[in-house]
């Protein structure tokens, strides 16, 4: 009797370290909305899997069936990867079960979380804390009025023909709360270098270069749709220049003005902050002139001269509640005169206007 309980307690025995002779890892909880699918890839990290029959997912005792319809059973890790899309909201206990020879079960959970895309309440303050790269500081740009504007955008120097590496990022714990992603400007989808749309719907394929190919500003958006369908975005302030630092379209003094014609708009850039262009025209007779320089809304000409030099004051009139202005008719007796424009960086539009 001795001997056969001695056999009993050895087997008891056997058996207990049978049952702790694994450990398995099925990944942290999962929280999804419905109808979204799961990779399910339960990992034996030790013990011998010379013992094992086969492995299997289960909820409530059945087995699960992947996205293919077919039982998650399979007897190698080599086919551990199942897609799942859990069926009803709530909780979801799956359980990753390790079966050996014996019949000896060992069992891991995995909780997965499933609400409904109507139920998601998106914070956009709180939920979509994205950025774009650490190396795109932000920066404020003041305007010679001493406003500033793009207080909460990135700003980044460049030239035509740079690489921008553009890569979007979110807080991590909202990603499921994402639709995809895009960059955009003026309400098109950039493409990258291989002529590609830069639309993803995982930060993995985030990484995708955009070359300006023109001087000037480029407002580029970083944009997040939630599974709202709502947009949430960052913006990235391009300022483009020209390969040649040193290139300038319109001189800097007087002596290197360039001459336009009367009633003629032009378009010109201001290629760099510092950047003033002088302009001349010539009146023939006494007229009322009206010189209209543009950018991104009516400005003041900086200074109007003369021939030998003096100042001339020109009429405009302030727009309430704005940085503009109104340009006015200011008299002006024949003879040749100077403009000197200096103002920020970019594209702007020139045009003296005149009436008898």
Known sequence: MKIINGLIIALSITQMLSAYDFTLDVGNQQSILSGDTIDLNGKVLSGDKSKIDHYEWEENGKILKNTAGDEIIYE?????????APEG??????????I?????????????????????????VKDM????????????????????????????????GDIVPLSGIIDASKKSLVDFYTWESHGKILKNQLNDEIQYWDEENRENDYVPQAVGREFLYFVVTDVNGKRHSKTLLLKVKSKDTNQDDHGNTMATATEIELNKKINALFETDDDNDFFKFTLDKKQDVTIVFNQR???????????EGEVIKMNYRSVPGSPYFRSKPTTLEAGTYYVNLKF?????????????
């Open 297 to 307: 809304g009516t400005r003041k000409v900086s200074t109007v001269l003369t021939e």
């Open 89 to 98: 909201q709530g909780k979801h206990i799956l359980k990753f079960v390790v």
């Open 129 to 160: 804390t994205f950025d774009i790269r650490a190396e795109f500081p932000v920066k404020r740009e003041q305007r010679p009025e001493g406003n500033y504007r793009l207080s909460e955008g990135h700003y980044l120097d460049v030239k035509v």
């Open 100 to 124: 050996e020879e014996s019949g000896q079960r060992h069992v891991k959970r995995l909780v997965v979380e499933v609400d409904k895309k109507e139920n998601i309440r998106i914070n956009k």
């Open 76 to 84: 190698d890790d080599a086919n551990a990867e199942n897609g799942y």
């Open 344 to 356: 920020s960086f970019g594209k702007y539009s020139l045009e003296v206007q005149t009436q008898n």
